[in-house]
């Protein structure tokens, strides 16, 4: 997502949010979305090489944003962050919990509510519950948001019961999506391979042979690229 760190000083802009916070314009700042990209700045940060300082900080973020949301229980980016930081700890009853009330808050970014209700349905399954709840999630993000990661979800779920007919349609549904544009927390990998080789596997399921090898051929690895030649030799004699 693009992530505003040039600015002039003096044109009204504030940092908002207890953490991860976010600069917006103040009275007399420029709209944002009409800002021009600085093309070919890259901001890199390793996060592999920061692992201890990265846990140590959830901890203090956990306690920041847990004074935050008792001031204000209805700013949804800090519940959001609040439920994000619960997980990254490990505590996934409490992130299921905060996801949730993000999820049923309408107000603040809406791709956050797509979150919310993506990870929930994530966590449902981790933690146990019945899948109907983890499916009900992931509907209800698909809703929300035309991205593919639900959908894929979806597909994981009905192919893990056996019923082939509806984990094909969603694979189906998912690589028909467009990749979204300046979204928050874009699951690149899903995009590039893992919705490709979902349906690479469950188009022969259907005999539907051309979208199988269309599929196997975008996902491309060795598997895949053997998947595509089976494909190939049926389509050959169809």
Not at 19 to 41: C, I, N, R, T, W
Not at 175 to 201: K, T
Request: hydrophobic share 40%.
């Amino acid at each position: 997502y693009h992530n505003i760190r040039l600015l002039r000083a003096g044109c009204g802009w504030r940092y908002k949010g207890a953490v991860h916070e976010y600069l917006a314009g103040g009275e007399g700042a420029p709209d944002p979305s009409k800002l021009p990209e600085a093309l070919g700045v890259v901001l890199f940060q390793d996060r592999s090489a920061d692992d201890g300082k990265t846990g140590r900080r959830f901890q203090t973020d956990l306690r920041i944003l847990l004074d935050a949301h008792a001031r204000d229980p209805t700013e949804p980016r800090t519940c959001l962050y609040l439920a994000q930081t619960h997980e990254c700890l490990g505590e996934r009853a409490a992130a299921y919990a905060a996801y949730g009330r993000r999820a049923a808050n309408l107000r603040g970014f809406y791709e956050e509510r797509f979150i919310a209700l993506l990870r929930q349905g994530r966590l449902a399954l981790e933690l146990g519950y019945d899948w109907k709840v983890a499916r009900d999630h992931f509907l209800e993000a698909g809703e929300v948001c035309a991205r593919a990661e639900p959908f894929v979800e979806l597909a994981k779920l009905y192919r893990g019961r056996q019923q082939t007919v509806l984990a094909y349609g969603f694979a189906k549904t998912a690589c028909a999506l467009a990749q979204p544009d300046m979204a928050l927390f874009v699951d690149q990998h899903l995009y590039d391979y893992e919705r490709w080789h979902l349906l690479g596997i469950l188009a022969f399921y259907l005999q539907d042979l051309e979208a199988g090898a269309r599929a196997c051929r975008i996902a491309g690895r060795p598997i895949d690229r053997k998947n595509q030649t089976f494909y190939d030799t049926l389509l050959k004699h169809a």
